[in-house]
């Protein structure tokens, strides 16, 4: 995985490093969680899916193993890293299915609606 950093910051403080490009992910699909300033952009947090995951979204009503090809989306399989929407990961935290999260890469503004402990628990780059 790439680490060139975004001039925006992580939820550790640091520079927010990219999430992943296979698949190519972000809400602007460069690979990176960011918001580029925009307001509303809330595909923060950077996971690693699981099979449980993606069951629990699938049950949730957000089929994100399922091709989509009018997006230019192939579908995810357990193993890939991804900008999840901040509102589906707590959705998946709660429950007890949240995926890991790749904290260099979750974007700071996720920390408006998720405490930083709970981060660090699911946290891929910690353990």
Same mark, same amino acid.
């Given at each position: 995985?790439?680490?060139?950093?975004?001039?925006?910051?992580?939820?550790?403080?640091? *520079? %927010?490093?990219?999430?992943?490009?296979? *698949? %190519?992910?972000? $809400?602007? #699909?460069?690979?990176?969680?960011?918001?580029?300033?925009?307001?509303?952009?809330?595909?923060?947090?950077c996971?690693?899916?699981?099979?449980?995951?993606? !069951? $629990?979204? &699938? !049950?949730?009503?957000?089929?994100?193993?399922?091709?989509? *090809? !009018?997006l &230019? $989306?192939?579908?995810?399989k357990?193993?890939? #890293?991804?900008?999840?929407?901040?509102?589906r990961?707590?959705?998946?935290w709660?429950?007890?299915?949240?995926?890991k999260?790749? %904290?260099?890469a979750?974007? !700071?503004?996720?920390?408006?609606?998720?405490?930083? &402990?709970? %981060?660090? &628990?699911?946290a891929?780059?910690?353990?």
């Amino acid at each position: 995985m790439s680490a060139v950093p975004s001039p925006e910051k992580n939820v550790l403080g640091g *520079p %927010l490093l990219a999430c992943g490009y296979d *698949p %190519l992910t972000g $809400f602007f #699909r460069d690979g990176c969680c960011a918001t580029r300033g925009e307001q509303g952009v809330a595909h923060l947090v950077c996971v690693k899916v699981t099979a449980e995951f993606l !069951e $629990f979204s &699938r !049950e949730h009503g957000n089929d994100l193993s399922a091709p989509r *090809p !009018e997006l &230019r $989306f192939h579908g995810l399989k357990p193993g890939d #890293r991804w900008c999840l929407h901040v509102l589906r990961w707590i959705e998946a935290w709660e429950a007890g299915r949240a995926p890991k999260v790749v %904290l260099e890469a979750t974007h !700071e503004n996720v920390l408006q609606l998720v405490p930083l &402990r709970a %981060l660090k &628990r699911h946290a891929l780059d910690l353990h």
